[in-house]
């Protein structure tokens, strides 16, 4: 017996000994499902086995994988056969040796992640798996090979140009034994590259089966355009220690820009599900403030659309007023309410349950109704790209490394923006805490401190009024994924808070938050101070929204290894009164007036879309009563 042989059988482990692994692995992720609790983020592997056996069942199932498999196998096939051809012209010449070997080394180099992003723009879905595989099998190919040609024997090589030997022959009896062994080793490896890429090609395809690549492409090019003061869209610069991530820089000077720039450009490119050519979505929105004017801008004259806002009468600002009562388009309905957002929230949530005004729509109109509040899930997927664009930016400016946490700072009083960080938490972002801020209006601090949500509680206007809110809509999906998609527990929590305006979650749930949300508030004068502070330490002006998480900055103890980054939420000229009289300068005059000497004693300029609002013709003056918000969207609707 052979030394080789015999090692061999020390190291071939028998069939009990591998069984047994796989039970200790199987058993581990058991164990770790169990620990983390959360199916969402890692299943049991019961609950994958028995999801993967439904699955089984249906005819559609193999179908798909069948597809999927002959996608990625004639990616593998063609990359099988380009790379061998590749290293067989390389190295006859070495010119497109020395044009392929750079190419080869980014391909080799790049991650597969990266390389399926960019192809989404450019390949269509069906076609993504394949143009992926080709591209991860051939360098491997290639390189393999490439090296079995290099290991080919001189001596044999001198002897077949001795007697004259045919190419065909050389080739068989010279190189192709040479060949051989490293080929059949680039093709196992290359199999399994080809399916793993394949397979994320396949999943992260299907992420958005509705849009071609030519409609994605122009979606976004459409929505991130000049109408943005900055090319980066969402910057991320210093502040002192920590970081602000700039989200005011489109066209309504606000955060929701980031999302309402995209989100009619996807709506219009959808078509009505029954056929119905002459159908129209109404987006129908209540505001605090900055949605509104954000849904304005995005949806004015949008093909195959209108939209009608509500906003609370004499509770936002001047600037946020004319910003929607000036709005152009001949689609768009404003009215002020007789009463608070949540208010008009809640009256916005009982049209879009009215059955019988939907039918009535959709039957003498042809009009469906739809949201731009955070409400819509559409609304807030977007806003998710900031946060990963904020890292990115992190790692660019070599702060982190990859994989290092970073904490988040956000003003809220709907809970959608800091819902879309959850989100970008969700999906792998290295997320340590997001933070709440919140005004006088805390509602959110004491649900986050004590686990019960109450919003019978005196209401504030502020100096932070789109903030001003006592019913944070989105916090029932936070709730909903923390506790492991429970919806019995959901649907109680949310029938008490209709029924008695307050509800109380369980301690385990609310430790389970705690992991993950901190939370804050500042009064108003606190505000003002911030806003000072933020200046005097850092010769950087900001609104009263995103002086409530400043403020926040300076109480929270800091760790040195974990960077802050600060959402600033809007433009500090949107409230040019307010931070004018925390900054000590001139607020006797208008808005606009005011809006010039902060201009002037900062050294910074008033965006030209709200400084232009002095000028502007007031078009809607209209005023209703809570109501009567269903009769006014009818009538909207009836007047398209």
């Not at 369980?506 to 938050?513: Q, S, V």
Request: hydrophobic share 45%; glycine share 6%; charged share 20%.
């Amino acid at each position: 017996m052979t030394t080789s042989t015999t090692r061999d059988k020390n190291t071939r482990l028998s069939p009990a000994l591998r069984l047994g692994a796989v039970a200790v692995w199987l058993l581990l992720w058991q164990l770790a499902s169990m620990a983390v609790g959360l199916p969402l983020l890692l299943p049991s592997p019961l609950a994958v086995l028995l999801r993967l056996g439904q699955l089984c069942t249906g005819a559609d199932f193999w179908l798909t994988v069948a597809s999927s498999l002959l996608r990625i196998l004639l990616g593998f096939l063609l990359g099988v056969l380009f790379g061998t051809a590749l290293a067989g012209l390389c190295w006859r010449f070495r010119l497109i040796d020395a044009l392929a070997r750079p190419l080869l080394g980014v391909l080799k180099s790049t991650p597969v992640a990266s390389f399926i992003i960019l192809a989404l723009v450019w390949v269509k879905t069906t076609w993504l798996a394949t143009v992926i595989s080709f591209i991860m099998v051939l360098p491997l190919i290639y390189a393999n090979v490439r090296e079995g040609i290099d290991s080919a024997d001189r001596q044999l090589l001198e002897m077949a140009q001795v007697f004259r030997l045919s190419r065909r022959k050389t080739f068989r009896y010279c190189y192709l034994p040479a060949i051989l062994p490293f080929f059949l080793s680039a093709i196992s490896s290359a199999l399994g590259f080809a399916w793993k890429s394949g397979i994320a090609a396949e999943v992260l395809g299907a992420l958005l089966p509705d849009f071609t690549a030519e409609e994605l492409g122009q979606c976004i090019a459409d929505a991130y355009g000049e109408q943005w003061s900055d090319e980066r869209i969402t910057p991320l610069k210093p502040l002192g220690d920590d970081y602000v991530l700039e989200l005011f820089n489109g066209p309504t000077s606000a955060f929701k820009d980031v999302a309402l720039q995209i989100l009619p450009r996807f709506m219009a490119h959808t078509t009505p599900a029954d056929g119905d050519t002459d159908e129209k979505i109404m987006i129908l929105t209540a505001t605090s403030g900055d949605t509104g004017k954000a849904a304005l801008a995005g949806f004015a004259d949008a093909p195959g659309t209108a939209i009608t806002v509500f906003y609370p009468e004499g509770k936002v600002s001047q600037v946020q007023e004319l910003q929607m009562t000036t709005q152009a388009g001949s689609n768009v309905q404003v009215a002020a309410v007789e009463g608070n957002f949540d208010d008009a929230q809640s009256a916005v949530k009982r049209i879009f349950g009215d059955r019988a005004l939907a039918e009535r729509l959709a039957g003498n109109s042809h009009v469906v109704l739809s949201s731009a509040n955070s409400i819509n899930v559409g609304r807030l997927v977007p806003q998710v790209v900031y946060y990963f664009s904020a890292y990115a930016q992190l790692l660019a400016d070599q702060v982190i490394n990859v994989g290092d946490e970073v904490e988040f700072v956000v003003p809220t009083g709907n809970f959608g923006d800091i819902l879309a960080g959850y989100y970008a938490k969700l999906l792998g972002l290295p997320v340590k805490h997001l933070v709440v801020a919140s005004d006088k209006n805390n509602v959110l601090f004491d649900f986050l401190t004590t686990g019960t949500y109450n919003r019978q509680r005196p209401f504030f206007q502020t100096i932070s009024p789109s903030m001003d809110i006592l019913i944070s809509s989105n916090l029932e999906r936070m709730l909903y994924y923390l506790s492991e998609g429970d919806t019995r527990l959901i649907s109680m929590l949310m029938n008490d808070l209709n029924k008695w305006g307050t509800y109380e979650i369980p301690e385990e749930l609310l430790a389970k938050i705690r992991q993950i949300f901190g939370t804050g508030w500042a009064d108003e004068d606190q505000v003002r101070e911030s806003i000072k502070h933020c200046w005097d330490e850092n010769h950087y002006v900001i609104d009263p929204h995103t002086a409530c998480g400043y403020y926040l900055l300076e109480q929270m103890p800091r760790d040195p290894l974990t960077p802050r980054v600060l959402l600033s939420t809007a433009s500090p000229y949107k409230f040019p009164r307010v931070v004018n009289e925390a900054l000590g300068f001139d607020a006797t005059g208008t808005d606009f007036e005011c809006m010039d000497v902060l201009a002037h004693e900062t050294g910074t300029t008033a965006p030209a879309a709200l400084r232009g609002l002095e000028t502007a013709d007031v078009r809607f003056k209209d005023v209703v009563a809570i109501d009567g918000m269903e009769d006014y969207v009818e009538k909207a609707a009836q007047a398209l």
